[in-house]
């Protein structure tokens, strides 16, 4: 029989993967702070390439486009009228820029409701989490553009059915966008909300006047991040080339004021596109006029702008989920550790996850921290042995820790592990008896074995003790996120249900690393 203590663990796991990043800034995944803005290009394969050729800097991300009828674009470059796009080319030309995708969903709402398109709502979801970067999908795109013919009620259903289903399949490296069209609208936008558990962003279109305030008000009262999902000076109405520089100059300071969290830049020569050919809204690349091109180079340099390199560190995103697998038992074939370790290992490599296993009873790990190791530490001065095994750790995503309990505390070889390896500057800064974290945006599931049972862990103040000593003090102290710690107790089990009802717990927890 399951114990409870696991299975309320896994209860509190699974419902924290699925929204673990949800609850970040403005209760949206991969925000960064207030006074920041990512920077988006696209919004085909060639308007990305001339965006980079023009500013010399690789934006956090580029745009790209699928509908979810047939998924085209993604693997296979595909033109639906704007330009070749292919999001397989621009993951490959630009490794780790995050993608915003605008998923097309005109004439399918009543088969994604019904569960006819479930199959492509999967193969979007495994392509988002085999891109291994932040992606962020504007579902039903201006959602109330006229045209587009979205009826709300269906809308919702068929929005709130495809963020289940990416829930249900794992997905946690996408961002959920809410996006107007951002013009005058009698029914309000509020008709077609999805809900502020299944929206991460707000987001309003930016082209020649948009009627912003409606959202930008909703964004602030449900405490959402907002983006400017498409944006660009289209002439007509009531801008004409020569006020294009006024367009840019108010375009900017609208970000300023209204605490943008992103905008994505539509850089095309629209008179070039068969779709917009006839629409004559001019030229909107970045190196059209060298005076555009000199105002957006001086703006977009402002400290506030978020580009690639520094987009990770700014959304606290982990790129991929490399794997290391820190086991600790002199048994690791037999134990009940062993059998935890293995599934570990099994589950990984079933899901194609990458990983890295330190067995330290079996690579003779030397735990004991001696003088000479002290004046190392304290000289900043780091060994061979102990610089590998930091690598170990600067390369994972998540850390998975295996031990038993022992005297109410982990083995000393794990204990001396944490000792050596642990190195200020590597693990944590400490100045002016303040400690910080250095180990950033990683995660740590633990798995421990014990002999005594759940219900005596969680009748004594041990498990608290624990949580506090080694989640907090330790792991939290350098910055590795303890979300996750299950204790196994009873063990070795006399009963074989008892022994596959945690295996199978643990597979169900490896599954939901991506």
């Not at 800097?57 to 693997?75: E, K, Q, V, W």
């Not at 006229?146 to 961002?175: F, H, L, Q, S, T």
């Not at 009531?238 to 840019?248: N, Q, S, T």
């Not at 979300?483 to 196994?488: A, D, S, T």
Request: charged share 25%; proline share 4%.
């Amino acid at each position: 029989m399951l114990k409870k203590i696991v299975l309320s663990f896994i209860f509190v796991f699974t419902a924290a993967s699925l929204m673990y990043a949800r609850d970040l800034n403005f209760t949206g995944r991969f925000v960064p702070n207030d006074g920041s803005t990512l920077v988006f290009a696209g919004q085909n394969n060639r308007s990305s390439d001339n965006y980079v050729k023009s500013v010399k800097n690789i934006p956090a991300g580029f745009m790209i486009y699928t509908a979810l009828s047939d998924l085209a674009g993604l693997d296979e470059a595909a033109d639906f009228g704007a330009g070749e796009t292919s999001g397989a080319y621009i993951l490959k030309k630009y490794p780790k820029a995050a993608l915003q995708i605008g998923l097309y969903l005109v004439n399918s709402l009543d088969e994604i409701i019904d569960g006819s398109l479930d199959e492509n709502i999967t193969k979007l979801g495994n392509w988002i989490k085999k891109s291994r970067v932040p992606v962020y999908l504007r579902i039903g795109y201006e959602f109330d553009y006229p045209e587009n013919g979205y009826e709300p009620e269906k809308y919702i259903k068929a929005y709130r059915r495809i963020v289940d289903k990416m829930d249900e399949d794992g997905v946690k490296n996408a961002a959920y966008v809410w996006h107007s069209y951002a013009a005058l609208n009698p029914r309000g936008i509020e008709a077609w909300y999805p809900g502020d558990e299944y929206v991460d962003w707000c987001a309003i279109s930016y082209f020649s006047n948009p009627q912003w305030i409606p959202m930008v008000k909703f964004a602030q009262r449900h405490s959402k991040p907002l983006m400017i999902a498409e944006c660009a000076p289209m002439l007509g109405h009531d801008l004409r080339e020569d006020g294009k520089l006024k367009w840019y100059d108010k375009f900017f300071r609208f970000i300023n004021t209204n605490n943008i969290k992103a905008l994505c830049y539509i850089n095309n020569n629209w008179d070039e596109l068969p779709m917009f050919k006839d629409c004559k809204w001019g030229n909107s690349t970045i190196s059209d006029s060298k005076l555009v091109q000199k105002m957006w180079l001086n703006k977009i340099s402002d400290r506030r702008f978020v580009n690639l390199e520094s987009l990770y560190d700014s959304i606290s995103f982990s790129e991929g989920e490399n794997v290391l697998i820190v086991f600790c038992h002199p048994d690791n074939e037999n134990s009940s550790s062993a059998m935890i370790f293995a599934k570990v290992k099994e589950t990984l490599g079933k899901n194609g996850i990458p990983y890295k296993i330190r067995d330290l009873y079996a690579m003779k790990f030397n735990p004991v921290l001696d003088k000479a190791g002290l004046e190392d530490m304290k000289n900043k001065k780091i060994s061979d042995a102990v610089a590998k095994e930091q690598k170990y750790f600067k390369e994972a995503g998540t850390v998975v820790f295996i031990y038993p309990l022992w005297w109410s505390g982990v083995p000393a070889m794990l204990k001396g592990y944490i000792d050596r390896v642990f190195y200020p500057g590597f693990a944590f800064e400490f100045e002016e008896a303040k400690g910080t974290a250095s180990i950033k945006h990683k995660k740590a599931v633990v798995f421990t074995t014990m002999a005594m049972s759940e219900k005596d862990l969680e009748n004594s103040d041990l498990k608290k003790a624990l949580d506090i000593i080694y989640d907090d003090k330790i792991f939290g102290f350098s910055g590795l996120k303890a979300r996750y710690h299950g204790y196994f107790g009873s063990l070795p089990a006399t009963d074989v249900k008892d022994i596959e009802a945690y295996l199978s717990e643990v597979e169900k927890i490896i599954n939901l690393i991506n």
